[in-house]
């Protein structure tokens, strides 16, 4: 590997970079001054971003300010990141040049140089990729484990009762045993020894031998095959000798270091009562960094909004809880969906029931959505309930050796695609969005109208709308209904009591025409059904084994993709 070249003269304001330049080795990544100035004892906490993820490496960095953390820095892998980092005042080092198109795995080996740097000159280092969040300080958990070498976070979905936990640690069985969970090195801690240089220089070196793998991949054979860990010492249970012994490795508890589906979907931490340190945004399905930032946002863990995001324009509309199906209150059914079963009912299997459970509630979303462009507000999402997970491939919404039992609440990114829902204009926010810190306070003083849509109550004028605390409509209002009563409303918030068939649509065909075309792509594909689902559904081709959700799924109409639907919608795969 590489050295790390510690000249001070060298941090000088780099050259302009000519079209086409090279990655340069010019530049060093960073000195021992820099780390002495910012370390706090000798610990540092740094990621590294190139411009196009700072807006993750500055949400990244304020969640750590926020709890009063200071020993961070981030490394910069091209001079547009170091630039906006200096400007935010985040302390930054410059790793070197990238050509734009360079690749993921390529661009990952500055990462490596990054731990590598730090702990050659002298400093324990906390690094994580840009997506990671912090909801508290993680140092203090961390400097409780001196003995040590290396800290590192895993991919694990479930702790399996035969490998509990040892000394606040995942079980060592997960690093020398049959893993069924990757180690993840976006989020590692190394303390600075002989042993651990020497241990991030080979992987350095093996990594950049081959650009073809990713550097995570890498480190797991550095750990289980190059030089594979030994036993743990009965006196230190909770750590595995690794690298032929050298270097004492500890799992990071998945209940403090989560992942993105124990935080965000399993939601372990909160319902086992316990304080998450931190949040990183993986097993995001099919959305990438929009996904991504909604999640954190319902999570308040978004710091990068600002005033305007929190007063939009018109102010907003909120809505009760959803109506479920009846079915769903049948319990044998839903145990029995929650022990495996096939959930059949009615001639309806679980993939079909999943449907029409989702379908029921994106009926109710629609009328929201629609009275929120009426009246011109900002509609504040609702959640939503389902019974099959989502992922990447075919698992009949499971993850093998786990299951969610039962119906959960999904993310929204489950079930709505974020980006669309931008492209599109659709006025909305996340459901906690009134809890949120910046404004619950303001919320909870403002002045509130409930909204009530009951069969044959009459409509009442603006008059006698503009005074009242809770206004009735007819079930089935008309938009000038809607609008002569709401429109000009001066409550800051207007509550739905029910959205189940609320309102008969827009007045001119033309404008409902508008409003179908902008919200028809929003809804999310689900995967996937197994072929041999799709063949007892009579599914042909397979694959693909995707189902797009349908706005319109009650109503004859046309889908997205130029398909017929008549009386009743037909779950079909794909495209």
Known sequence: AQPIVTDESMLAEEPPLAPGDVASVHVPPLTRSFCERYAKGKALITTAADQRYMTWARNWAKSLQAHGVTNLFIGAMDADALRLSHAEGIPSVLLGRMR???????????????????????????FTDADVTFVRDPMPFLLSYPEAGVLISTDLLVREKPYPMVNGLENTYETVGQYRADLNVGLMFVRSTAHTVRMMNHWADVANADMSKSMQTFFVKLVREYAACLPPDPKLPHLAPCYNGTVNIGLLPMDRFCGGYIYFVERLPQRMGIEAISTHATYQVHQGLDGKRERLRHAHLWYLDGAEYYAPAGGVLSMAPMALPAWMADEALVRRYGEGGDLRDAHKNRTLMHFELVHFQLRQLRNALALGAMLGRTLVMPDFTVLLDNTWYPMNGAWPGFRKLGPFVAPLDHVLHMTQLQNNNVAYRGSTFLDHPCIRDGYATAQRLAVAFEPGAPAPTAEQARTASRVVLPKGATQAQVVAALQHHPAKVIHLESTLDIISGFDDPAEQERFASRIN????????????????????PFPPGHIYYDFWYDRPHTDRFGRRHTDTWQLRVGP
Request: net charge positive; charged share 15%; proline share 2%.
């Open 521 to 540: 792509r929003t809804p999310m594909l689900w995967c996937c059904i197994t072929k041999n689902v799709a063949n007892d559904m009579f599914q042909q």
């Open 100 to 126: 734009a198109g360079t690749t993921w795995h390529s661009a990952n080996r500055y990462k490596i140089r990054l731990v590598q740097g730090v702990v050659e000159l002298g400093f324990d280092v906390l």
